[in-house]
């Protein structure tokens, strides 16, 4: 029954998991970015929800989908302004200007919040299941971060935008030829990322304490849900997810809580040498 409670655990904990990488992914994917602002934007949108219920009254689950909004107009601005005009340069061009845009937003916060956990307490109790407890808070957190993680691919495999984006994320050449503006989808896709991510820091803080603490850990998660599912897939991301929930779980309860996240990276660091693409990835594009 402990074993069973834990795998329970570890596939609540990777839907949630899937939900933080999946934007990561996308963006990493789709514009060659690793994009180190992602754990900020996840942090941002649980401090966002959390005062708009302290001080307004708000539920987080009407202030989602307007926590979303903000973060994909804030992505998109970001975007379209300042990280395209140096897009086609190497990676590391990109990335030094996302860590320091992570800088600037992790010191806003910092200095207006404060590093001081906070979360919005719902007190829902936990359903027993045959003897096995689950967290309804957890619970809802993990069907409302399935359920964007399933908006999110319906996006990408029915909608002109997502047909757009999986065209340029294969050549972006070939798609400017053909009439698609690349740099209106590259902040498309970066507003979507940010999205995902404030969607996530809102669902994070119904359940977990947020603190700009977290920023790093978030991020470092999302790089191993990415490299353990496969880079820029949304199943991908969903099988990384559930995988890295389960590791963690088993682990925590096999080394303690404190290995949990070594193991995780471990995990990353054998996949890498044995199947760089990932379990469900593929070499080149989708």
Not at 76 to 99: A, E, H, K
Not at 123 to 151: E, F
Request: charged share 10%.
């Amino acid at each position: 029954m402990a074993l069973l409670q834990t795998l329970v655990n570890g596939i609540v904990l990777g839907g949630l998991y899937s939900c933080l990488a999946v934007g990561f992914s996308l963006v990493w994917g789709v514009l060659n970015i690793v994009n180190m602002l992602h754990g900020s934007l996840i942090v941002f949108g649980g401090y966002i929800t959390y005062f708009a219920w302290h001080s307004y009254g708000i539920h987080p689950l009407l202030a989602l989908p307007v926590v979303a909004l903000l973060m994909y107009l804030l992505g998109y601005g970001v975007q379209i302004s300042m990280i395209n005009r140096v897009v086609s340069q190497p990676v590391l061009t990109t990335m030094t200007l996302t860590f320091g845009l992570d800088l600037i937003l992790y010191n806003f916060m910092t200095v207006y919040y404060s590093a001081t956990p906070r979360r919005v307490t719902l007190d829902l109790g936990a359903l027993d299941v045959g003897g096995i407890a689950i967290p309804v808070d957890r619970l809802l957190g993990m069907v409302l971060a399935l359920g964007l993680t399933g908006m999110l691919y319906l996006v990408m495999r029915r909608s002109r935008i997502g047909r757009a984006i999986v065209a340029v994320r294969m050549d972006s050449a070939a798609a400017a030829l053909m009439g698609i503006r690349v740099d209106r989808i590259y902040a498309i896709t970066f507003g979507i990322g940010a999205l995902m991510a404030g969607a996530t820091g809102a669902i994070f803080a119904m359940v977990y304490p947020v603190t700009t603490n977290l920023t790093g850990t978030y991020l470092g998660k999302a790089f191993v849900v990415c490299i353990i599912g496969g880079l820029g897939s949304v199943p991908g991301a969903l099988a990384g997810g559930i995988v890295l929930g389960i590791i963690e779980s088993l682990a925590g309860q096999a080394f303690g809580p404190q290995h949990a996240l070594t193991v995780g990276f471990v995990l990353m660091l054998i996949l890498l040498v044995v199947r760089p693409t990932g379990l469900i990835g593929i070499k080149g594009y989708e």
